[in-house]
């Protein structure tokens, strides 16, 4: 009886045990095998030949677009009617509009509106360059006040004879003496060779009654006094120059002549300095 119940509690066990567990094969039979993946084959690189890169051009009926950063540019083709292109002919010359005719039977025409636009914006260009420079050049002239003690105008018939007038003329003074004959003798009569500064005294004046100088010394520039000194022309009181009724140093310390400045008679009567 004990036998009986240990064989039948070993049956059970044994059977629990064979459930429980699997066998080996059983796992051999149920494991599935893993998939093979597709094989992916690389298309060959396309060398960049002028052969090459003449096929990737558009025809004439596509259209290539592109928009974005980075957005490759997309080709589109279109057909006859969908869009609509626009015409030029008004805008365009009548030597032009035959697309059948000669380039050569129009060339004299092109080569002559060639030329007068050419030669039209050289002008202008011309033009344009000379008005930059004269108003750069402008800018460097004198003003109006210089402009103005430039010349002066002086009516001669306000000077008796023998006397001598001061003007102001360019910040200097200016001496215009009215000469009688016998200073004009008395001056003929000196030899230039015997002066200090030798000249005639028919090279410092254009009309023998009319003296024009600058009443400033050659020696440091005082201001002369007229009709004075020792030959009664021009004296010079701060270092004792003698001057003649020509302006010629004849004592003194004075090196020069007094100058003489540009002057003219523009007609009787009227005497303009400068």
Known sequence: MQSVVRAASLGQLARASASAVPSASA????????????VVVQAPATPLTSY??????????????????????QVRSYHAGNMDVPDFTYYRRSGTKDPTAKSSETAQERMAFSYVMAGGMGLGGAYGAK?????????????QDV???????????DIPEGKNMTFKWRGKPLFIRHRTAQEIEEC????????????????RVKDAEWLVILGVCTHLGCVPIANAGEFGGYYCPCHGSHYDASGRIRKGPAPLNLEVPYYEFPEEGLLIVG
């Open 188 to 203: 003929n009569a000196v030899d230039p060779a015997t002066l200090r500064d030798p000249q005639a005294d028919s090279e």
């Open 147 to 157: 402009l103005a003690m430039a010349q002066i105008e002086i009516k001669l018939a």
């Open 52 to 73: 090459s890169m003449s096929k990737q051009l558009l025809t004439g009926s596509q259209v290539r677009l592109s928009s974005g950063l980075g957005v490759s540019s």
């Open 131 to 143: 008005a930059l420079v004269n108003q750069f050049l402008s800018t460097w002239s004198a003003s």
């Open 27 to 38: 796992l051999t039979k149920e494991a599935p095998l893993p998939a093979a993946g597709p």
